[in-house]
């Protein structure tokens, strides 16, 4: 295998604690050395003004690979995790069928190799089909490599299912994560308030994500299964783990770019690509997601890439599908909302992408020590874009930040040593 | 009547989706132009040129004679051609989605789209799609704009032109209501004091943030109102427990002969219909003497006229 001298760069990695101008060389697929005078490669990359940080990880995406194609496939949406700077995703098992027994997960290995661009991981349904009914084989699926269990696109309902499923989870020590919706309370496009009042929607009260956080803690509380939310979104959610967290329980969660950026205020219009769930909540609960993530009480930032295709989002907003794509401008949002207002530092930003995000599913990645897997990314901290989405490599265009100005964008994104995307 | 012209900045909009977005003068412009065209009706010929030519199309995705009814006598007393689509016999029911229906419509020529449906936000969909004009006659639960003004016609009308300073009572399934909705910003906008009344299960507190008083209890503010406008019950709340029973309903929420008596002696009843006797409101308080139901009707034909002549106004 070649060889790969990025030069000029600050190299910055939360793992070693590490923001150093220099250079970093890799070699056979793997982290080489960083420092300065590394001699010569067979590629060199200036990274004068950019950020070389581990590659970019994201624990939430879905690429609809089996069943719906035509929005994404494991290779359009690894494509574009690598043009968002991203080197490794964890797809969600809500595909048709369900990615709930082991050559499903096996499968999606395969593809992603096949592929050969970004690392897909396979998170497994957590009950058959998803439908909260029998676990599925987690065990078998877990030994195939699944690196955690969801029914997302739904919680598990069942109190008993889900207690069933995290006393037998615990033995593996793999995360079970939840999308956290008492479908008793939900049932509406959007979140339930002053807006949905306005618009003439039944809305989504904030009290069902609350209501299955609180459950599950309660569940999890003897049994201590390593136990994630998955794209928290409202005030009263953020401070349940915040409580579990001091409480010593093993809780983690994620937050999407867009709860750290808009309100239910984006509905008016019925614009279907505000229509997303969790739903865009209040401005109290925004505020309360971003303290959330300064205080640690979020552990990691997750995009819930969800693509849909336009004729399927172009109608009436409570008849269109839930979720927005998210990939290849995850980046910049974070920026916007996290690093332009002063809540948090780069240093700190690429931590919540890197390596928090690696030690949820435990992926030995997010790092940039001598001997790691050569997944890096080059970051532009100055580059002033505007996000445009018919330019996207995701097969699908569902995105509410079409348009919008934005500062910071990875240059070139390296998975395994090789160069697999470059800005052009 | 006056015509209101392409260069007459009193009106400027192509589409009615809602009053929410209708400025007090821009209200009282429609209110206007619909006492001028009320005469219509009562000449021997009820007819006016006005849209000789224009193309009408009464597109109800959701069940309704009254109103489909009186868009199209509207629309025919201003002499434009009115063509009925609804969903039996269509393509709705085969699974067409509603801008591929609305573009097909619009290709054979058409200058208003009356549509009805019962998605929030459809009308409005439907106006970012088509290039002719798009009425709402009804989105879900979000607006329902020309029985909106409507209702303001027949209160302006009752009080000698005057909404200013009257206090309005709103009863009912509010939550649900579109009604309710376009009665809220249309009354407030012009002046008057709404209070909205029904179970909290039906009424949510953040309707008090839209301008509107809220109360759950109908006999704390009987004795106050000028208006009382009853909404009709939905039975299908009951099924899904919005309230316990409909004697429940009738015995906390009904315009009841006792209720009646304690209101100001000139007070105006109204109702959107179609009435549940005996449910919401009492008959012989429907059928009385203060009741305006009937004037309410009456009305929305001359403040549809007025609305679909306005929007043909409107270049493009």
């Not at chain 1, 709860?259 to 309360?288: I, Q, W």
């Not at chain 2, 015995?251 to 100001?264: A, H, I, N, V």
Request: hydrophobic share 40%; glycine share 8%.
């Amino acid at each position: 295998m070649s060889s790969i001298l990025i030069q000029n760069g600050t190299i910055l990695d939360p793992s070693q604690k590490l923001e150093r101008k220099g250079d970093l060389l890799v070699r056979n697929g793997k982290v080489a050395a960083s420092g300065n005078n590394l001699g010569k490669a067979d590629q060199v990359i200036d990274a004068r003004g950019c950020f070389v940080t581990p590659g970019l990880i994201d624990i939430h995406v879905h690429f609809r690979e089996p069943g719906d194609e035509e929005e994404e496939t494991i290779a359009s949406g690894a494509a574009s995790a690598v043009a968002g700077g991203f080197t490794s995703v964890c797809c969600m098992p809500n595909t048709k069928p369900a990615l709930d027994n082991e050559a499903q997960i096996e499968f999606v290995f395969q593809e992603s190799e096949r592929v050969g661009l970004a690392n897909v991981y396979p998170i497994g349904a957590i009950t058959k089909s998803r439908a909260g009914k029998e676990l599925a084989e987690i065990g078998s699926m877990h030994r195939r490599g699944a690196v955690a269990f969801s029914d997302d696109g739904v919680g598990v309902a069942d109190a008993s299912v889900m207690r069933k499923a995290l006393q037998y989870s615990k033995m593996f020590d793999t995360v079970l994560m939840q999308h956290c919706e008492e479908p008793t309370l939900s049932g509406g496009p959007m979140h339930a308030g002053l807006m949905s009042t306005t618009l003439g929607m039944p809305g989504v009260a904030a009290e069902a994500e609350q209501l299955m956080i609180a459950r599950d803690l309660l569940l999890n509380r003897t049994i201590g299964c390593r136990y994630h939310v998955q794209h928290i979104s409202t005030a009263w959610s953020v401070e349940l783990v915040r409580r579990a967290k001091r409480d010593g329980q093993a809780v983690t969660c994620e937050v999407a770019p867009h709860h750290l950026l808009l309100t239910d205020e984006s509905c008016r219009g019925y614009d279907t690509n505000f229509k997303m769930n969790p739903p865009l909540r209040s401005a109290a609960d925004v505020a309360a997601c971003i303290e959330g993530v300064k205080d640690g009480t979020i552990d990691c930032l997750a995009t819930d890439h969800a693509p849909h295709l336009a004729e399927e989002k172009e109608l009436e907003f409570q008849n269109a599908p839930f979720g927005i794509i998210g990939l290849e401008c995850a980046l910049p949002l974070y920026v916007k909302a996290l690093i332009e207002p002063g809540h948090i530092d780069w240093m700190r930003l690429i931590e919540l992408m890197t390596s928090a995000s690696a030690a949820i599913v435990k992926l030995n990645k997010g790092t940039l020590r001598e001997g790691a897997d050569a997944d890096v990314t080059i970051i532009d901290p100055q580059r002033r874009w505007t996000i445009d989405a018919e330019q996207f490599a995701s097969k699908s265009r569902n995105c509410p930040f079409n348009g919008r100005e934005v500062t910071g964008r990875p240059i070139a994104t390296i998975v395994g040593g090789a160069v697999k995307w470059r800005l052009q | 009547m006056k015509a209101a012209t392409a260069e007459d900045k009193r009106w400027t909009r192509k589409h009615l989706l809602g009053l929410e977005e209708l400025s007090a003068d821009e209200i009282r412009f429609v209110l206007d132009t619909a006492s001028s065209l009320k005469e219509v009706s009562t000449r021997s010929v009820k007819k006016v040129p006005a849209l000789r030519g224009k193309v009408v199309v009464n597109a109800f995705w959701e069940a309704s004679t009254r109103t489909r009814t009186s868009f199209e006598l509207a629309a025919q007393r201003l002499s434009a051609d009115v063509i009925d689509f609804s969903e039996s016999g269509s393509s709705v029911s085969k699974g067409e989605t509603l801008i591929d229906t609305a573009r097909n419509i619009e290709a054979m020529g058409i200058d208003v789209i009356v549509i009805r449906h019962p998605a929030a936000g459809a009308a409005e969909l439907l106006s970012r799609s088509v290039r002719c004009s798009v009425v709402n006659a009804g989105d879900g639960a979000h607006e329902h704009p020309t029985q909106g003004l409507l209702d303001l016609y027949t209160i302006r009308e009752r009080f000698g032109g005057k909404v200013e300073g009257k206090k309005v009572a709103i009863v009912g399934d509010i939550a649900n209501s579109r009604v309710a909705r376009s009665n809220v910003w249309g009354l407030t906008k012009l002046g008057a004091e709404v209070m909205l009344v029904g179970p909290p299960t039906l009424l949510p507190r953040s309707f008090e943030q839209l301008g509107a008083r809220v109360t759950h209890d109908f006999d704390s503010v009987i004795g106050e109102v000028d208006v009382v406008n009853m909404l009709r019950v939905q039975f299908e709340r009951i099924k899904s427990s919005q309230f316990p029973s409909v004697r429940e309903f009738t015995s906390m929420y009904g315009l009841t002969w006792d209720r009646f008596q304690r209101c100001k002696k000139d007070v105006f009843i109204m109702h959107p219909g179609p009435m549940n006797r005996g449910i919401e409101i009492q008959s012989d308080i429907a059928d009385g003497p203060q009741s305006g139901i009937l004037q309410q009707v009456t009305n929305g034909l001359a403040v549809r006229m007025a609305v679909l002549y306005l929007v043909t106004q409107v270049g493009g």
